[in-house]
Structure formats: structure tokens, C-alpha cells
């Protein structure tokens, strides 16, 4: 008798395959999916516990939460290439409109939040070494002679757009908007940059446990984070007296949530980052709240105030990124690479 | 072997034979392979070459890629260096000579082949950060073996020593003690008969597992990325501008250098085939 | 116990101890202590904090997929491994060389090309990508492409250690069996595998290892959503760059067992195997 081995073989194959889609079929509980930037695993990890304690007490249904983190443009980009994500909370909102350009998110996305779907922002800070032994306090230190300035990649972090902003807003008021000179000065900044970790987690892990660089460009909550896990005897924040007002938004991924019928715990989910319990725990992990006034008062006087400019002031993200950060925008022209 | 003879001679494609299942046992084999494994190295080659030759030149030559490639090379060349010294050493004493725990360890040197990489990668860099176990007693010398080119090395050597003793160990037990003998009979002192008489016999074996453990070191990602620096001209590998170039979403970038990479692949396994060819001619041995 | 005397084939004594002290201290130091490391800290916060970190549901569902990726990669190559085996050992045909240093190609492409081929295979710009979509089934980001990456890097594991082996044990007994009137099938079950047994169990033992344990062709691939398609070992990096070193340790401590069980079943084999391999030589 002859073995059918041929259709024996095929159909291992087959079931091989479906084996493995079938592993990606959800489970019998509703599971949403947020693609994060770098520096939210914390903040993420009790807030998804906060929000599933609290669905399951308003609804009775199970939620699972799973968060990818990653530089904001790259997540962004990962989203456009099909990752199921059900929602979005980027680092800044030109990575959310690239994807409501692909056709993910709805194209009027901002404003169906509060605050410009900020539930909270952030800001720009120095990490120095203990004692900042460099004397580093302001934006024009950091092109001193033999300081090594730690920062992300633009190309592919959220945070680093954030930082060059900030540091091209410097420059705009100290050189009085002369573009030339605005230029190069972000050009020497980048040639005090070792290395372009890929996001701002990266980054922080090069300044802080790889020992490398003088100065690290971070998110504030990032310098707080590090400070609080890492070594308050280890580093010190530094604030400059100006910088920019950072903006992290978060959308629902109308394309995913409406195939897969997730739009209602989803937007509870965004929603649910405006409660008090979603702001406290943001100031608890460093961010500064969009609604401070349903903060406990002892979690705000961590943050320092500052001069701070904004994203409208430079024309908003729809000018800004192409133009900085686009494929030959101003950043591609002024980068090659550290000196080495 | 059978062999069943038709009426005329001529070239033939195969041999005849009586084991039925030729057909689909190469058919499956050649599909499998081509879907999985030739069809996704032709897209990436595909890729680059769209680029043109100029284009691909471009690319290539960007001073980013070619210091990924210069770190790569020179740590893998290093490592794979200090794996052969080492290694024959090592596969020396295994074989040859008797002492406890002589088992065990001959079990050990398989286990960069069993570990996966990433274990490896934070277990040496807990060792060798400043404030690891190794690290700490070579930071008073003025020696930093993490996040430089030194622990991409350290990290080299790790993985390429079995490449290394497992080439060498089979050669080495067929060695004839006779020809020692004769040697000895012939006036040579030890030393000599070591170095004039065994080693050059174990010549293509030693080759062939430097190279095996060089090309291992220039691809390894896993292993390296923890206790490199990664600082561009400094300590990164081309792997990992890889993978920096795919979350930039630079497909093309990425595939220069991906098949740059493929490129020194091919001829790693190309220069290994010699050698073991050479090594048939002269020696007698080498599959 | 090593040599008394210095004779024409062995060195004196004190070289010999030498040697040896030599390459036990490189050893110790190149292979034991990073494995010794990875318990160690694992263990560093007790045993509670090791516990603890391994009931993680990340770490449970990391668990889950490594399990998952090996139970498909693995038998898959494993059929594949026979065939090419069978194909190369039994017949003789043009050719037959430049396949057997093909199969070895995924040993010696760095992992990172084998994400990157699937990449560029299914990602964006490229045509399948968006065609399989279109049908609901992602690649990309999700299990398939997983699997498809531990596939090619894990290939050549069960055809490299069959096909010498099988070259070496001939044709001989399957044509006995063939003009004893066995069929093809009945010939393969009942003479070839069990000749091969020991080879087969040790290729399969080298392909699961590699395929629970690779890293680099699956962070490439994955997308890295935690809870869904993070692997072992890139769990196990995502909570080293947490500031989690202890539970990253943990989880490794598992692969590191993993390793360890491997290492144990393979020297098993490799004694008994020698054995196997004799006898079946012993007639060619």
C-alpha cells in the first residue's frame, strides 16, 4: 500500500501553519494593544493594572493590555507597516498624523481628547554627572570643548525631535533668529554626539550604565526616572532656563479597533489617562498632569518652572517635520556623524 | 551501490537506482530550501540591486557602513585569533592527556553553541561592567573591557572557541603516534616533534575552524550588542547598523549592508571549501 | 591520570600540568563563570524576587511562544532535514555538492540578514506583504514571521548531522530490504530511521536549542509587543533595558537550563551514538 506521503507532508505543513495563525487569534477576554514610545514601560505598567482593575469594576469584562515600546517614529512607522495596534500614545503628534496619513487613523484625530489628546507633557532636561563636574547649565555649554552630549536619533525617536527642537529654540533666541548661525550651532551639537541610540530608553541606558557622554538630553520624566532608579547619588538634573513644551499624544487606531470591535474599551482605555486616578499616576511617574488640579499637591512640586516654547510657535508639527526631519529635511543636511 | 545500465552511455543528470523516492524527497527538499531560504536571500539581493551599481557603491561606501564592517572584521579576526591558540590548546589537552573533570569540560566548550545568545550577551556584561566581577579587578589597571571593542572580543571569544576545538579534536585523536615515534627515533626533542611534525598536520583543521569561528564572530548580534559600546566607528557591528537602519525604516541602507554581509558569507564558506579541499589533497582528510 | 615520564609521545609531567592548568583557567573564566553569572544574578534578590519574576504574565506568555515557535520549527525542519538527507545519501546526481553547501548557508548568514530577508519579503514596498494582508493574515509583527525567521536560521541543524551520517551508512540496506520486497515507505520506517536514530535525536536536540534560544532573526521580525509576540530571550532583553536585570536574569536562567539539559542529553548521545555509528559503519 502506498503512503500518501506527498499530501502526508503537505498537510504537516498546513497544519504547521495554522497552528501558528491560530496562535495569534485573541483570546476569549478582549486584548487591546498600545504602541507606546521609549520611556512609558513604567508609567504603563501601573497604569494598564489601574485600567484593567477598573473595567473589570464597571463592566465585569477581563481586558488585557499588551504595550510595545520603541522610538516614536519607528513605532510609527511599525503601525503604518500593519501592527495590530488598537492604540497609539507616541511622543509626538507628527508620528500620530503619519499614520492618519496611511489611512489608520481618522484624519480629524486631534481634539477627540482633551488637551489636544495630551493627557499629560513632558519637558527638556539635562542628566549631568553627580556635581555636574563639566559646569553645564544652559544650551550654549553643551558645544564646550570635550563635552560629549548623549541624544537619541531623530530619525527614529520621538524624544530626540524634542531635544533638537529645544536646542534650535535656544539657539533662535540667543543668535536672534539668524538661521545661519542657528545652524551652526545645531551642527556642532551633533558633532559632540558619540552615539544615536535608536529611543530615548536607549539612550539613558548608554549615558547612565554604559558611563558614556557628559550630558544626556532627556525627557524630564526620563532624568527623574533615572535619577529615582538609578542613583540619586550617581546624577543630577539640570534645567535649562528655556525649553520646549513637549507634547506626547494619544489616538485611537480607528482601522484596528473597528475590525476588531475594540473601539469601546479602547477609547476607555485613552479616556481613562484624564481620570484622577490616570493623572496621579502620571505625575506619580514624572509626567507633568493636563489636569493638575486632580493631582495630589505633593507629586507637582517636583516640577521646576520654566521658560518653555512650543511646537506653534515654530509652525506646528505639520511644518516641522518635513521640514527638520523629513528626507533631506534640515537634519539630514547638518548630521555626518560624530568627530571622530 | 546498484547500478542498472540502459542501452547507450552519455551524460547523465543521475545515476539510476533502486530507492524509489528520489523525486519527492528532492522535490520537497528543493522547495522547502527555495521558499524558505533562497527565494528571501534573492529579495534582499533584489533590493540592493535596484539600486544600481553607482547607487549600491553609494550606499556601500557610506563611512558609517564601512566602520560597522572595519569593527566587525577587526574584532572577529582577534577574537578568532586568540580562539585558535586557545582552542588548539585546548583540544590538545582534552585529547591527549587524562585528569579529572576531563569529561565535564570537554562538555563544557559546547555550550556557546547551546546558550542562546541574548543569556550570553547580558551574562558577560554583568562580568565585565565596571562594577562586575572581572570588571572591577580591571578598572584599577586602567582597563575597560564593557561597552568598548575589548568586550566585543571578550564576547567573540565566547562564541567561537567550540567552532575551534570541535575542528580540531577529531583530526587530533587520528593522529598516529607512530609518526611521533619515528620522529623521536630520529633524534627530535619534543618541542620539535610538536611543532614540525603534529601541528602542520593539523594545519587545515586549524584553518578551517579559525575561519568557522571568524565567520560566526562577524555576524553574531545577540552575544555582542549588551557589552558593546555601540558608538559608530568605535564598537558598532554591522549587524546591529542593520537593525538601526530597519527602525529607521531605511529598507535600502539596510539591505547594502545586508547583502555586503551575505557577500563576506559567501566567501567564508567559499575559502572554507578549499581549505578542506586542499586539506584532502595534501593530508588525505576533510570532508 | 597524566603521563609519569617524559616519553617520545607525551610532554613531561610539569608541562602537561601546565597545559592543563592553562586551559582549565581559560575555561573556567571564558565559560564558567558566564554561566555561573546568570544564576547568580538571578538568584541575587532570592529566591522569591526569582520566582516572582518568572510568574510575570509577560514572562508566561514569552514562555508560551518560545514553546510554540520550537513545536512548529522544529519537526518542520526535521522532515526537511530527512528528506535532503535522503536525497543526498541514496542517490548519486549532478549537483549533489553545491546542495549540501547551500543547506549550510543559514549557518554562516549572520541572524540579523535572516530577519532582514523576511522584512524585506513582507514589510512595507514589498508585494506580498500587502497582498497577505488583504486576506487577514499578517507575517509580519505577528507568529508567522517568527517562525518563518527560527526556521531559516535552525535549517541546517537535523540535515548536517544526517547527511554525512547517512552518506556514511550507505545504500546497502535499503536495497537489501527494496529486493526483499519491502515498499519505499516500509523500507524507510524500518531500516533507515532506525539506523539513524541517534544522529536524528541529536540534530533535533541542536535545532530546538538554537530555535528556543535565538535571538537576533526574531528581534528583527517581531515587533516586540509584549504579551504576544516577545520570545524568551527578547523578554528577556526588553526587561534587561527596564533597569529589570534581576527578572531579565531570571527568565535567562531558564534558557540557561535549557542549555545546560542540551549539553547533558547531547554527551549522552555522542557516547552512545559513537557506539551506533561503528556498527552501522561496519559492513561499508
Known amino acids: 500500500m502506498k503512503f500518501p506521503v506527498r499530501l502526508f507532508a503537505y498537510g504537516a505543513l498546513a497544519a504547521a501553519f495554522s497552528l501558528s495563525f491560530a496562535t495569534t487569534l485573541r483570546a476569549q477576554d478582549v486584548t487591546i494593544t498600545n504602541v507606546s514610545y521609549d520611556p512609558t514601560r513604567e508609567l504603563y505598567r501601573e497604569f494598564d493594572a489601574a485600567f484593567t482593575a477598573h473595567w473589570l469594576e464597571t463592566t465585569g469584562q477581563n481586558v488585557t493590555v499588551q504595550v510595545t515600546h520603541g522610538g516614536s517614529g519607528s513605532q510609527a512607522r511599525t503601525v503604518i507597516d500593519g501592527l495590530e495596534a488598537d492604540v497609539v500614545t507616541l511622543a509626538l503628534e507628527a508620528d500620530i498624523n503619519a499614520i492618519a496619513e496611511a489611512g489608520r487613523i481618522r484624519s480629524d484625530w486631534r481634539g477627540t481628547l482633551a488637551n489636544n489628546n495630551s493627557p499629560y507633557t513632558s519637558t527638556i532636561v539635562f542628566l549631568v554627572r553627580k556635581g555636574n563636574p563639566k559646569n553645564l547649565t544652559d544650551w550654549g555649554d553643551l558645544i564646550g570643548e570635550g563635552v560629549e552630549v548623549i541624544t537619541p536619533n531623530p530619525k527614529t525617536s520621538g524624544g530626540a525631535r524634542w531635544n533638537f527642537l529645544a536646542a534650535w529654540a535656544w539657539a533662535d533666541r540667543e543668535y536672534g533668529g539668524d538661521e545661519a548661525k542657528i545652524r551652526e550651532y545645531i551642527t556642532e551639537l551633533f558633532r559632540h554626539v558619540p552615539v544615536l541610540d535608536t529611543g530615548a530608553r536607549g539612550s539613558t541606558t548608554t549615558f547612565v550604565q554604559r558611563g558614556i557622554g557628559d550630558v544626556l538630553l532627556a525627557w524630564e520624566n526620563e532624568a527623574f526616572l533615572a535619577l529615582e532608579e538609578l542613583g540619586p547619588d550617581a546624577f543630577d538634573i539640570v534645567v535649562p532656563p528655556l525649553s520646549i513644551l513637549a507634547e506626547p499624544p494619544v489616538a485611537v487606531v480607528d482601522e484596528v479597533v473597528d475590525a476588531r470591535g475594540t473601539r469601546e474599551v479602547a477609547t476607555a482605555y485613552l479616556e481613562y489617562l484624564y481620570s484622577d486616578e490616570g493623572q496621579n499616576i502620571a505625575a506619580k511617574h514624572f509626567y507633568r498632569p493636563s489636569k493638575p488640579e486632580v493631582v495630589d499637591p505633593a507629586l507637582l512640586e517636583r516640577f521646576p518652572e520654566l521658560d518653555l516654547v512650543t511646537i506653534d510657535d515654530y509652525g506646528g508639527w505639520v511644518e516641522v517635520q518635513p521640514a527638520f526631519f523629513g528626507d533631506g529635511g534640515i537634519f539630514d543636511q547638518i548630521y555626518s556623524g560624530p568627530t571622530q | 551501490m546498484a547500478h542498472i545500465t540502459t542501452g547507450s552511455p552519455g551524460w547523465r543528470w543521475k545515476q539510476p537506482s533502486v530507492i524509489p523516492g528520489f523525486g519527492m524527497t528532492l522535490g520537497f527538499t528543493l522547495v522547502y530550501f527555495s521558499l524558505l531560504v533562497l527565494i528571501p536571500l534573492a529579495a534582499l539581493i533584489l533590493r540592493s540591486a535596484g539600486l544600481g551599481l553607482d547607487g549600491f557603491l553609494r550606499y556601500a561606501s557610506d563611512p558609517r557602513v564601512l566602520g560597522s564592517l572595519r569593527v566587525s572584521f577587526v574584532t572577529a579576526l582577534i577574537a578568532a585569533g586568540v580562539n585558535v591558540v586557545f582552542g588548539t590548546l585546548i583540544a590538545w589537552v582534552l585529547v591527549r592527556y587524562r585528569f579529572p573533570g576531563r569529561r565535564l569540560f570537554d562538555a563544557i566548550v559546547d555550550l556557546p553553541f547551546a546558550l542562546p545568545t541574548a543569556v550570553a550577551g547580558i551574562a558577560l556584561t554583568a562580568i565585565y561592567a565596571p562594577n562586575g566581577s572581572i570588571g572591577a579587578l580591571l578598572m584599577p589597571l586602567g582597563i575597560r573591557v564593557a561597552y568598548t571593542p575589548l568586550g ?99 529598507y535600502v541602507g539596510a539591505a547594502v549592508i545586508g547583502t555586503l554581509m551575505l557577500g563576506i558569507s559567501f566567501a567564508m564558506l567559499l575559502v572554507i571549501n578549499l581549505i578542506q579541499a586542499w586539506s584532502r589533497k595534501r593530508f588525505g582528510y576533510g570532508q | 591520570m597524566a603521563n609519569r615520564h617524559p616519553s617520545p609521545t607525551s610532554e613531561s609531567r610539569p608541562v602537561q600540568w601546565l597545559l592543563i592548568g592553562i586551559c582549565l583557567a581559560f575555561m573556567a573564566l571564558f565559560l564558567v563563570l558566564p554561566l555561573y553569572a ?34 512548529i520549527a522544529v519537526p518542520l525542519n526535521i522532515v526537511f532535514g530527512i528528506c535532503a538527507a535522503w536525497a543526498i545519501a541514496k542517490y548519486e546526481f549532478k549537483g549533489k555538492a553545491l546542495l549540501i553547501t547551500l543547506i549550510d548557508l543559514p549557518f554562516s548568514i549572520s541572524p540579523v540578514i535572516a530577519g532582514l530577508v523576511y522584512v524585506l519579503l513582507f514589510g512595507a514596498g514589498s508585494v506580498l506583504g500587502p497582498w497577505l494582508k488583504s486576506y487577514g493574515i499578517e507575517v509580519l509583527f505577528a507568529v508567522p514571521g517568527i517562525v518563518l525567521a527560527t526556521i531559516f536560521v535552525t535549517f541546517p541543524f537535523v540535515a548536517r548531522e544526517l547527511i554525512p551520517l547517512m552518506q556514511d551508512q550507505g545504500t546497502g540496506d535499503e536495497e537489501a530490504a527494496l529486493s526483499l520486497g519491502a515498499s519505499g515507505w516500509q523500507t524507510f520506517l524500518r531500516v533507515t530511521l532506525p539506523n539513524i536514530r541517534w544522529g536524528l535525536l541529536y540534530g533535533v536536540l541542536l535545532c530546538n536549542a538554537r530555535a528556543m534560544g535565538e535571538f537576533g532573526a526574531v528581534a528583527v521580525v517581531s515587533g516586540k509587543i509584549r504579551g504576544q509576540t516577545t520570545t524568551m530571550p527578547l523578554q528577556v532583553e526588553m526587561l534587561y533595558n527596564e533597569y529589570n536585570a534581576t527578572a531579565a536574569f531570571a527568565l535567562a536562567s531558564l534558557l540557561a537550563l535549557l542549555a545546560l539539559v542540551t549539553l547533558v542529553l547531547k554527551s549522552l548521545l555522542e557516547w552512545r551514538f559513537a557506539d551506533e555509528l561503528a556498527a552501522t559503519n561496519g559492513g561499508h
Do not use: C, H
Not at chain 2, 583530526?171 to 623521536?184: G, S, T
Not at chain 3, 529566591?47 to 508560551?64: C, K, Y
Open chain 2, 152 to 250: 566585543i572580543v571578550v564576547a567573540m571569544i565566547f562564541i567561537g572557541l567550540p567552532f575551534v576545538v570541535r575542528t580540531i579534536q577529531p583530526i587530533l585523536e587520528e593522529v598516529n603516534k607512530e609518526v611521533e615515534e619515528a620522529a623521536a627515533t630520529l633524534g627530535a626533542n619534543r618541542f620539535q616533534i610538536v611543532w614540525r611534525v603534529i601541528l602542520p598536520g593539523l594545519t587545515p583543521a586549524i584553518l578551517t575552524g579559525f575561519a568557522l569561528a571568524f565567520a560566526r564572530a562577524v555576524g553574531e548580534y545577540g552575544s555582542v550588542i549588551f557589552i558593546a559600546g555601540n558608538i559608530p566607528f568605535v564598537s558598532e557591528i554591522a549587524p546591529l547598523l542593520i537593525v538601526i537602519r530597519l527602525e529607521e525604516f531605511n
Open chain 3, 38 to 71: 546568570v544564576f547568580s544574578e538571578a538568584l541575587r534578590q532570592g529566591f522569591g524576587a526569582f520566582f516572582t519574576a518568572l510568574q510575570m504574565p509577560d514572562a508566561q506568555s514569552a514562555i508560551r511562544l518560545t514553546l510554540t515557535v520550537a513545536v
